[in-house]
């Protein structure tokens, strides 16, 4: 279920292993004006997907549905997400017309799990997940794993507190994932990924839909090598050359390669590149069709 | 119309992950600091335009992820850089040891001439050293660098640094240097890089890019 972005996100605990400030540092509260960020504030203001608000900024205006629209929505949803193998058996098309129009944000979270395959391949391996989390990482990958923790979504209210359960979470997900696929280990795009599955859904969910993700919609993204991106990157800018030769020929005359622009938009799935209400827009697309390039 | 700046060249940010190489462009381009900067992706640059010795000199600032698995994508941008940052963390031991790793990254893939310089950057985190600043000296003579100990945080040594390299590859290229003073109409362009859409500067000379 989706949950509300509002719990688990004030925490002040102190530090996650020790190893990370805690929020009373003198030199986070130096920060000046940007000092509101850490958490503190009584009266912290959000958008409705739990970003923290800067004041001046009054938010992109975004068509918002009638109630009666949403609700509508929700009903068809809950009826499919019930009914979900026959409908994906004989109405996958609907399906798919339901995605774009965008899933209902209170039903995301358990949509993408379905549509993923995650929340199957989760009841077959009902005991993995807890087992993973209840074992030690590889050093090697929980060092850099907990230098990352702080550095996605920081405006994010789930992740803004050092050591809070957003970012306690996240810990839990990813290294889980370097135990499930050691031969992967970890990859720093995949932190930003995993942040995104947080904000819709617990930890073990979350894992799972990772692992979907990495494995069945992104394979090869985030493995030693990254050849699968690279290989993208080529795809991409041939396509480029078919659907706009003006903004292929000037790219290739200012040596601009697609590996410096596309990196980010595809191995973060542009959930750091567009703004909010697109990405989930994106993201219900993409769990619903697959990777990016093809389409 | 007055020229924007009289050189234009490429610099680069290496080291492990989060050591600071991007705070330390932040400090640097927008004299910002923040402490959750979100971990970076591949690469990035920024771009700014500072004097030296009153030559205008407009420096492009690629910034790289320090994750080992990125680096089949960033050294293919080491022989694009006329000048290198190789980054420590002075609280890790751990990413100094890296250095040596970098360094002869850079011996392999960046081009002959380039000009170096060692950065042990969160030097206000004095109670968490586990590099002394001899180390750093040290090492940086081994390699025939210049060393700067630096803190994006307090803002300590950036400014100083980024000059120094700067003036490093100003002065590898005095040659063509000269050459523009006879023809002041052209800019020089060490990073073979038109610069495109020519906005006015304004006072804010720095404009990051796809950040
Ligand atoms: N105390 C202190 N902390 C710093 C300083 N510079 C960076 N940091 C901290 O170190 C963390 C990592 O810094 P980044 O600039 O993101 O590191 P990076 O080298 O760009 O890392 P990658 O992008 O993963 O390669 C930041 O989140 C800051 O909290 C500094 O000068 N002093
Ligand atoms: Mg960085």
Request: hydrophobic share 35%; aromatic share 10%.
């Amino acid at each position: 279920m989706a949950r509300s972005p509002g719990e688990g996100s004030v925490s002040p605990s102190a530090s996650l292993r020790g190893t990370r400030e805690t929020l009373s540092d003198p030199e986070l509260e130096s920060l000046g004006s940007d000092s509101e960020i850490n958490g503190f504030t009584a009266e912290r203001k959000t958008d409705k997907y739990g970003f923290l608000i800067k004041t001046e900024e009054n938010g992109g205006r975004e068509e918002e549905l009638s109630v009666d629209v949403l609700r509508q929505r929700e009903a068809k949803w809950l009826d499919m997400l019930f009914n979900w193998d026959k409908w994906m058996a004989k109405r996958h098309k609907k399906i798919k017309l339901r995605c774009q129009k965008g899933i209902p944000p209170s039903l995301r979270g358990r949509a993408w799990q379905y549509l993923s395959g995650s929340r199957v391949k989760m009841d077959q391996n009902p005991n993995k997940f807890t087992e993973l989390d209840s074992m030690a990482g590889d050093p090697k990958w929980v060092d850099i794993i907990e230098r990352d923790l702080h550095r996605q979504f920081p405006f994010h209210e789930m992740f803004v507190a050092r050591g809070g359960h957003g970012q306690q979470d996240l810990f839990r997900v990813l290294k889980a994932y370097t135990l499930y696929r050691p031969d992967e280990g970890y990859c720093q795009a995949q932190a930003p990924i995993a942040a995104v599955l947080l904000m819709h859904m617990p930890a073990e969910q979350a894992f799972w839909c990772l692992v979907q993700i990495c494995e069945k919609y992104l394979p090869g993204y985030y493995s030693e090598k990254l050849e699968a991106i690279q290989l993208d990157g080529r795809i991409l800018f041939s396509l480029l050359r078919k659907v706009s030769a003006v903004a292929y020929k000037h790219l290739s005359k200012q040596k601009i390669d697609p590996i410096l622009y596309m990196t980010e938009w595809f191995m973060c799935a542009f959930s750091r590149t567009l703004p909010w209400s697109s990405v989930l827009r994106v993201w219900d697309m993409f769990f619903c069709e697959g990777n990016f390039v093809c389409h | 119309m007055a020229k924007q700046y009289d050189v234009l060249f490429r610099l680069l940010l290496i080291g492990d992950s989060g050591v600071g190489k991007t705070c330390l462009l932040c400090r640097f381009t927008d004299n910002e600091f923040h402490p959750s900067h979100i971990s970076t992706i591949g690469v990035d640059f920024k771009m700014k335009t500072i004097d030296v010795d009153g030559i205008k000199v407009r420096i492009q600032i690629w910034d790289t992820a320090g994750q080992e698995r990125y680096q089949t994508i960033t050294k293919q941008y080491y022989r694009r850089a006329q000048g290198i940052f190789l980054v420590y963390d002075i609280t890790s031991e751990r990413s100094y040891q890296h250095i040596m790793k970098w360094a002869s990254d850079v011996d392999e893939y960046a081009p002959d001439g380039v000009q170096k310089i060692l950065i042990g950057n969160k030097a206000d985190e004095e109670h968490k050293r586990q590099v002394g600043k001899h180390q750093g000296m040290k090492l940086a003579e081994e390699y025939g660098m210049d060393f700067y100990e630096t803190s994006a945080c307090t803002n300590y040594n950036i400014k100083e640094s980024f000059t120094r390299l700067t003036e490093l590859v100003l002065m590898a290229h005095r040659k063509e240097l000269d050459g523009l003073r006879l023809a002041s109409n052209d800019e020089l362009n060490l990073a073979e890089l038109e610069e495109d859409g020519r906005k006015a500067d304004g006072t804010a000379n720095s404009k990051s890019c796809w950040c």
